[in-house]
């Protein structure tokens, strides 16, 4: 399981801003996608994209249903899908890619 990259500081300043999605489990944290939409739908989207990923990181744990809430994002059993706060920008930064 790989994160996805942010692009360069080019790429950026061609499109709108993308939020960084992750998802958690216990202290573990990775990084699905960055989109543009902060949505609930958008939200979803990833979770379904990656849902191979989400599984592989739950385990044998029962996940139950899914449920949403605007400050924690999608829950699913011990795992939850949410946006962490941090734009593409700010990821691409802290990597040391933009000075």
Sequence with gaps: MTAPNPRTLTQMQCYRTSYEVA????????????????????LLTVAQDNGSQILDLIGDRPVGDAT????TGW???PARVHFTGRTERDVASAMGRIV
């Design 23 to 42: 998802v958690t489990q216990g202290n573990v944290t990775i990084r699905l996608a960055f989109i543009a939409r902060r949505t609930r739908g958008a």
């Design 75 to 77: 829950t699913f059993g």
């Design 68 to 71: 949403y809430s605007s400050t």
